[in-house]
T-cell receptor, first 114, second 113 residues
């Protein structure tokens, strides 16, 4: 059974710092990996999607990398801002067809201090 | 706005009540999902529908009953729930099952009293 782990569970840093969020998964047979953002009491917003054949994706100040063989992904946030404060979730979809939903980690709760 | 709309946003129900959650998307997506988010636990997949056919039920108790009348609408019917069912219920859709971006609704915050 696929398990997704996110480290750290919580992170608080001053505004302007660059930071890295980590995600690991136990079954490397994934189809893709997604990073989401969740604001308190809200739904999820997709940030980046990395196909299994890709190594990284970039969107603005965000960069996500994927090392499928080692079962790891990182989300890099450059020049953090207070508006980046949220919970960041990593999720994977398996290969093999059939029914597929996303398997999520518990998330990293990020606070950017002004 | 992600294009996926859930109603109601908040719901309080007694253990003997029957209620329904609604999800709607007009993105032209063919797959829709129900997820449960409990405090301090990972998001859990509950049901998957692809082209209006249920393709997965992750051992969800029968007190949760999904319905997908067409590709744009998804319901979750609730009956005789327990307090531990209190959670945020999220609906999502994707263009095809399991392969592309998943778009999530804002969720329904359910409290069972």
């Amino acid at each position: 059974k696929q398990e997704v782990t996110q480290i750290p569970a919580a992170l608080s840093v001053p505004e302007g710092e660059n930071l890295v969020l980590n995600c690991s998964f136990t079954d490397s047979a994934i189809y893709n990996l997604q990073w989401f953002r969740q604001d308190p009491g809200k739904g999820l917003t997709s940030l980046l999607l990395i196909q299994s054949s890709q190594r990284e994706q970039t969107s603005g100040r965000l960069n996500a990398s994927l090392d499928k063989s080692s079962g790891r992904s990182t989300l890099y946030i450059a020049a953090s801002q207070p508006g980046d404060s949220a919970t960041y979730l990593c999720a994977v979809i398996h290969t093999g067809g059939g029914a597929d939903g996303l398997t999520f980690g518990k998330g990293t709760h990020l606070i950017i201090q002004p | 706005e992600t294009g996926v709309t859930q109603t109601p946003r908040h719901l309080v129900m007694g253990m003997t009540n029957k209620k329904s959650l609604k999800c709607e998307q007009h993105l032209g997506h063919n797959a829709m999902y129900w997820y449960k988010q409990s405090a301090k636990k990972p998001l859990e997949l509950m049901f998957v529908y692809s082209l209006e056919e249920r393709v997965e039920n992750n051992s969800v108790p029968s007190r949760f009953s999904p319905e997908c009348p067409n590709s744009s609408h998804l319901f979750l019917h609730l009956h005789t729930l327990q307090p531990e069912d209190s959670a945020l219920y999220l609906c999502a859709s994707s263009q095809v099952q399991g392969s592309l971006w998943a778009f999530f609704g804002q969720g329904t915050r359910l409290t069972v009293v």
